[in-house]
């Protein structure tokens, strides 16, 4: 299976909003709505922060935002922090009952 | 609160079986509440799916390891665990375990990974 594909790097200023793009198959992210997104901060394990495409587990930010369209879902972090400045994956179940990761994008809150 | 906790060596030589154990508190195992799993991150790089186990003992892989993992469930330590055969230096990462979500269809709850542990990174290096 192929990891899904993400931007390598975005940028931001702070208060700003940005989308992050991560793009798969039918077989995966196009065929079922259960992508996961998670921030993960230098050194630390990742942070689950969207779940179903669109849900957010209790405790995080409405700031984050999650959306699909065809075989690409987004996340949308508006009101940029410097906190927000880290790596971000997407991750999808897909056909064969496996689940597999987008390659991470860099986000730099500018 | 569900805790994980990796451990195991953090060197392997190549060619030798890289073991590695998820203590899990707060919770049990057997329970049903949750699927477990493993992901690695080599250095630098993403997140790879590993393996995932219920309590049940049913298994997913992921297909370009499958040929060289087994995970299994020890229900009287509270534990799972992760053999990873054959290792190479491309093994070389920090391991993950993590608990996959408490409710909805097994695809919902396959999909989402929480909580994690905090990792272990093991090098494979003679």
């Known amino acids: 299976q192929s990891a899904l594909t993400q931007p390598v790097s975005v940028s931001e200023s702070p208060g700003q909003s940005i989308t992050i793009s991560c793009t798969g198959t039918?077989?995966?992210?196009?065929?079922?709505?259960?992508v996961s997104w998670y921030q993960q901060h230098p050194g630390k394990a990742p942070k689950f922060i969207i779940y179903?495409?669109?849900s957010r587990p209790s405790g995080v930010s409405n700031r984050f935002s999650g959306s699909k369209s065809g075989n690409t879902a987004s996340l949308t972090i508006s009101g940029l922090q410097a906190d927000d400045e880290a790596d971000y994956y997407c991750?999808?179940?897909?056909?064969?009952?496996?689940?597999?990761f987008g390659g991470g994008t860099k986000l730099t809150v500018l | 609160q569900l805790q994980l906790q990796e451990s195991g060596p953090r060197l392997v030589k190549p060619s030798e079986t890289l073991s590695l154990t998820c203590t899990v508190s707060?919770?049990?195992?057997?329970?049903?509440?949750?699927?477990w799993g493993w992901i690695r991150q080599p250095p630098g790089k993403g997140l790879e799916w590993i393996a995932t186990?219920?309590?049940?003992?049913?298994?997913y892989h992921n297909p370009s390891l499958k040929s060289r993992v087994t995970i299994s469930v020890d229900t009287s330590k509270n534990q799972f665990s992760l053999r990873l055969d054959s290792v190479t230096a491309a093994d070389t990462a920090v391991y993950y375990c993590?608990?996959?979500?408490?409710?909805?269809?097994?695809?919902?709850?396959?999909?989402?990974?929480?909580?994690w542990g905090q990792g272990t990174l093991v090098t494979v290096s003679s």
């Open positions: 993590a608990g996959h979500g408490t409710w909805g269809t097994v695809a919902a709850r396959l999909s989402r990974f929480h909580p």
């Open positions: 707060g919770g049990s195992v057997s329970s049903g509440s949750y699927y």
């Open positions: 186990i219920y309590y049940n003992e049913d298994t």
């Open positions: 039918s077989s995966d992210v196009g065929g079922y709505n259960y």
């Open positions: 179903d495409v669109s």
């Open positions: 991750s999808s179940y897909t056909t064969s009952s496996t689940l597999v």
